[in-house]
């Protein structure tokens, strides 16, 4: 490493950030980059290991463990710490397609697996891997990739989200035409309308669609495949389909009332609030501005509703969870290189407690029924707390009688996760699903291909809800099983 000692001599920092207060008063991001001088710190605490577990991506006894999509963590830190930061970028851009997203979005799997956080705080390496990337922007070195040869092949690709996105990086690189469906008025998919501006401005994406353009990637939106175009006529114009549609198929809460108006799915409410901004932020079909809002659920697209709310003037701010809290630090059955599954005080957790005086979510809390009022609104939630116990060697979780609360309500957003991808467009491709209704591949690991012949799935739609550095892991390698089909059926037709 360009300083041998740094991880000895320097403690972590992560980046600056705006003030809650001030910062829920608009829709900017809320992270601030780093200087130069604090860069090179950081870069130097990585130790240059000699096992890496910080980008290995692979499964550690059921765990998933450091990075799904292999970045070269210790060579580009190496990289900036000496300031040479465009083979830093081109050390990136050799796994990763989108290091802007993840460098954003991503809950850093990579550091809780960093060798360092076995007995200190891990290297910052989402901050690092963000601003090579944004730096590479700052400078014109992020370019088109134009293939230098084109195949004759042509792939349909459904959905534009992370999986879609890098499996037509990935493919027109490779030489073949690709072509991606997205129901929506602009390409992007989870990234343009599912996370929330404050995480990831809307500019970020159009700026990578535009390279995406630039390299020869023609987008198709506004157009719901099933629908506005068949599978007859997708199996008419290309050689091979994939489908990337995400798990957009939502959990519901089916209690009393559930029927009342104010009762939405949240990522409803987000993506309304994120089209609203385009226009007028006030101009939204689903707002909390002065209201009582609840969010059933947590993950990170609860916290997501926090802030949204927040940012709208909610009157006030409760969020639900059946689990207790995590604790401060890692238990003896989650030890590293595993994510630490331990307490964070998420952005939008963070901005209710300096907003309200109190962080809003309510731990261990179970929603009994809905209370709808004269209006056919909501009006209340009817709670009551739960606890988890060993019964018979299995952990149940056990209602606590006498613990029932009255929660008044005007908006209620259920985030409570997705049952897998909408059924419609797997039924219209004759598409087997497995046990957890996600697209059945031949093995669920390891292979893209569904029961139709030159169909294949990736992402969510494939591999469940998860997360945006697995849906371009996926994206990745479903090109890869792609181009090698296409290759073989080239072989064929030649012989």
């Not at 006529?233 to 104010?262: K, W």
């Not at 590293?336 to 963070?350: C, H, S, V």
């Amino acid at each position: 490493m360009g300083y041998l000692k740094g991880f000895m001599d320097f403690s972590r920092k992560d980046q600056d950030v705006r003030d809650p207060i001030e910062r829920i008063k608009n829709w900017e991001e809320y992270v601030v980059r780093f200087d130069d001088d604090e860069l090179k710190r950081q870069s130097s605490r990585c130790m240059d290991c000699g096992t890496p577990f910080c980008h290995t991506g692979a499964e550690w006894d059921g765990a998933n463990v450091g990075c799904p999509v292999n970045n070269f963590i210790p060579e580009w830190n190496e990289l900036v710490s000496e300031e040479n930061w465009q083979e830093a970028l081109k050390r990136l851009e050799e796994t990763n397609n989108f290091p802007e997203f993840t460098g954003r979005v991503c809950p850093a799997p990579c550091e809780g697996s960093c060798t360092l956080a076995i007995n200190d705080d891990p290297v910052t390496i989402k901050s690092i891997e963000n601003e090579i990337i944004e730096r590479g922007f700052d400078n014109g070195w992020v370019e088109a990739k134009v293939p230098t040869r084109r195949t004759d092949k042509r792939v349909a690709i459904v959905g534009s989200g992370p999986a879609g996105l890098a499996a037509a990086d990935q493919l027109n690189e490779m030489g073949h035409h690709v072509t991606v469906y997205e129901r929506d008025d602009r390409p992007g998919g989870l990234l343009m309308y599912g996370i929330p501006n404050m995480k990831l401005e809307k500019d970020t994406v159009d700026r990578r669609i535009k390279v995406m353009k630039e390299s020869g990637i023609e987008f198709v939106c506004n157009t719901e495949v099933g629908v506005d175009v068949t599978r007859d006529e997708l199996n008419r114009d290309y050689d091979v389909v994939i489908m990337c549609t995400g798990a957009q198929d939502p959990r519901d809460v089916p209690l009393e009332n559930r029927e009342s108006s104010g009762i939405h799915f949240a990522m409803d409410y987000l993506k309304a609030s994120t089209k609203a901004l385009e226009t007028d932020p006030k101009n939204t079909p689903i707002t909390a501005e002065g209201k009582n809002v609840i969010v059933i659920g947590g993950g990170d697209t609860g916290a997501d509703c926090v802030a949204t709310a927040l940012r709208q003037n909610a009157k006030r701010v409760v969020q639900f969870g059946k689990h207790p809290a995590s604790p401060e630090e890692r238990t003896s059955d989650n030890p590293w290189p595993e994510f630490p599954m331990t307490f964070k005080l998420d952005y939008g957790y963070k901005e209710g407690l300096e907003s309200q005086g109190e962080d809003p979510r309510k731990y261990e809390v179970l929603t009994q029924r809905f209370e709808q009022g004269e209006d056919g609104n909501v009006a209340a939630l009817h709670t009551l707390n739960v606890e988890k116990v060993y019964e018979d060697g299995k952990l149940v979780t056990k209602e606590i009688p006498g613990t029932e609360q009255v929660w008044d309500a005007d908006l209620v957003l259920i985030a409570i996760g997705f049952l897998g991808p909408e059924q419609e467009i797997l039924e219209h491709f004759n598409l087997q699903t497995d046990e957890r209704g996600r697209i059945w591949t031949l093995d669920g690991s390891k292979d893209y291909c569904t029961n139709e012949q030159g169909i294949y799935a990736a992402g969510d739609a494939r591999r469940g809800q998860s997360l945006v550095v697995w849906a371009i892991r996926e994206g990745r390698e479903v090109a890869e099983q792609v181009h090698e089909y296409l290759t073989e059926e080239s072989k064929m037709n030649i012989v």
